[in-house]
């Protein structure tokens, strides 16, 4: 069965950084694109960016563009997601998600990690 | 980016009810869309693929059909567990985008 785990999520003031990881089990990471979408309390789900099988390439939603960071270890099965700047706005779950392709719908679901800016 | 636009936002209905949810994309998009269920406290579920493919496992109630710029999706004989919150998302184009939901109640 495959499994993403993520973690990292907290409490963090606005002008932060907090790092994000996904940690992917009964597949090799090496085989899918992935991808990160946040959910604001009580809000609908907005993707926010996307990697390729290797690492690549990578792309963003304007409103995370120059301050969110994604990456990978297929060696280590690990996604990450570093976030620099951060404001009271970013406050969501933040889910770690695959598809077969950056441009192809979501096959997986992480349950979600909690992100919290406020001062 | 490309804009999607979901009604209704909620409706209500009743078990066994047929229900239709349409979602509306700014630019053509070809069949390059997909539908998930989300429910209370759970993270999102796959429903249909590229406007019209059931994902394995989904119950053949579920149907999705549309291309370019207007797509439905519709639960016919509505169950208990159908409950739910629906997104409709567009993968043709970076950025992914998502509808604004609609919200399934009893």
């Known amino acids: 069965e495959v499994q993403l785990l993520e973690s990292g999520g907290g409490l963090v003031q606005p002008g932060g950084s907090l790092r994000l990881s996904c940690a992917v089990s009964?597949?090799?990471?090496?085989?899918?694109?992935m991808c990160w979408v946040r959910q604001a309390p009580g809000k609908g789900l907005e993707w926010i960016s996307g990697?390729?099988?290797?690492?690549?390439?990578?792309q963003y939603a304007d409103s995370v563009k120059g301050r969110f960071s994604i990456s990978r270890d297929n060696s280590q099965n690990t996604l990450y997601l570093q976030m620099h700047s951060l404001r009271v706005e970013d406050t969501a779950v933040y889910y770690c998600?695959?598809?077969?392709?950056?441009?192809?719908?979501?096959?997986?679901w992480g349950h979600g990690t909690r992100v919290t800016v406020s001062s | 980016a490309i804009q999607l636009t979901q009604s209704p936002p909620s409706l209500s209905a009743s078990v066994r009810d047929s229900v239709t949810i349409t979602c509306r994309a700014s630019?053509?998009?070809?069949?390059?869309l997909a539908w998930y269920q989300q429910k209370p406290g759970e993270s999102p579920r796959l429903l249909i693929f590229?406007?019209?493919t059931l994902e394995g496992g989904v119950p053949s109630r579920f149907s999705g059909s549309g291309s370019g710029t207007h797509f439905t999706l519709t639960i016919s004989s509505l169950q208990p567990e159908d409950f739910a919150t629906y997104y409709c998302?567009?993968?043709?184009?970076?950025?992914?985008?998502f509808g604004g939901g609609t919200k399934v109640e009893i």
């Open positions: 998600a695959r598809s077969r392709l950056i441009t192809t719908a979501i096959r997986g």
């Open positions: 009964g597949l090799r990471l090496g085989h899918s694109a």
């Open positions: 990697i390729s099988t290797t690492g690549a390439t990578t």
């Open positions: 630019h053509g998009i070809n069949s390059a």
């Open positions: 590229d406007a019209s």
């Open positions: 998302q567009q993968f043709s184009v970076s950025p992914l985008t």
